[in-house]
Nanobody, 125 residues
Framework: QVQLVESGGGLVQAGGSLRLSCAAS????????MGWFRQAPGKEREFVAA????????RYADSVKGRFTISRDNAKNSVYLQMNSLKPEDTAVYYC??????????????????WGQGTQVTVSS
């Protein structure tokens, strides 16, 4: 059974930092795109960041560009999201995703075929 398990969420003050981790099991994702989405209460799920299989190309939502950094460790079958300068509007459930169908970095949630269960990030003002 394939699983993506996120960790590292929590409560942080505005301006603070958090690092999310996602560990994959059940199959290797080393040859595939991985990324992060988020969903705030009452809002649509939105793309946050994605990274190609080598870790050489990344893509970010405009709202997090310059503050968030996505990275991966293929030896650990894991992907990470370093979040700095957090804002209250970053409050959401963050989901780790995997895309085994494409090599380019997609922003549509329907493009990703593997999803974690999500981890809550709350930023207080």
């Amino acid at each position: 059974q394939v699983q993506l398990v996120e960790s590292g969420g929590g409560l942080v003050q505005a301006g603070g930092s958090l690092r999310l981790s996602c560990a994959a099991s059940g199959r290797t994702f080393s040859g595939y795109v991985m990324g992060w989405f988020r969903q705030a209460p009452g809002k649509e799920r939105e793309f946050v960041a994605a990274i190609n299989w080598r870790g050489s190309t990344t893509r970010y939502a405009d709202s997090v560009k310059g503050r968030f950094t996505i990275s991966r460790d293929n030896a650990k079958n894991s992907v990470y999201l370093q979040m700095n300068s957090l804002k209250p509007e970053d409050t959401a459930v963050y989901y780790c995703v995997g895309d085994t169908n494409h090599y380019s970095l997609r922003i549509g949630s329907h493009e990703y075929d593997y999803w974690g269960q999500g981890t809550q990030v709350t930023v207080s003002s």
